[in-house]
């Protein structure tokens, strides 16, 4: 019964949030306001970085917003707002840059930097495999047979 209130207040402060900027833009019907919601959902805020202009309340995203809106008002396609902001701002506009030689490191060095971490853990294990365990002075062998009480073979080998 606790739970009811607190998710109450959870629903309430996180409305604003996902349903930030879009109140402003008036649309004719469902296909064009999805259109928009999908087209600002793919395009980075280049001011907060981590969020999509969807998600950003900053005023370069409100602004964006604005201006994606404003584009599709004047009937320019989805391809030509995408190629107008990458023009302005660069592929980091774009939450899936182009695969292209320039932008290689961003889609391969995750998979190459993971392949030279098992190559190198792999190495490492074979090492330590070669390695002979250590070798007891006969000292401590001694102190390890009093300790452990283990009656040592002739040899001086445990059982």
Not at 67 to 93: N, P
Not at 119 to 142: G, K, M
Request: net charge negative.
């Amino acid at each position: 019964m606790r739970r009811a209130p607190v998710l109450i207040v959870l629903a309430l402060v996180a409305l604003p949030v996902f349903g930030a900027g879009l109140e402003a833009f008036q649309f004719g019907d469902k296909v064009p306001e999805q259109r928009f919601k999908s087209l600002i959902a793919e395009l980075r805020c280049l001011v907060c970085q981590n969020q999509s202009l969807a998600d950003s309340d900053a005023d370069l995203a409100h602004d964006l917003r604005q201006e994606i809106y404003e584009m599709m008002a004047a009937g320019r396609s989805d391809q030509e707002i995408v190629d107008f902001l990458v023009q302005r701002y660069g592929d980091f506009v774009l939450y899936k840059p182009p695969v292209e030689p320039r932008t290689w490191a961003i889609w391969y060095g995750p998979f190459v930097l993971l392949l030279a971490g098992l190559l190198i853990l792999v190495h490492t294990l074979r090492q330590r495999r070669r390695q002979p365990p250590p070798a007891f002075s006969a000292e401590e062998r001694a102190r390890l047979d009093a300790l452990l009480g283990d009656g040592a073979h002739e040899d001086g080998k445990h059982t």
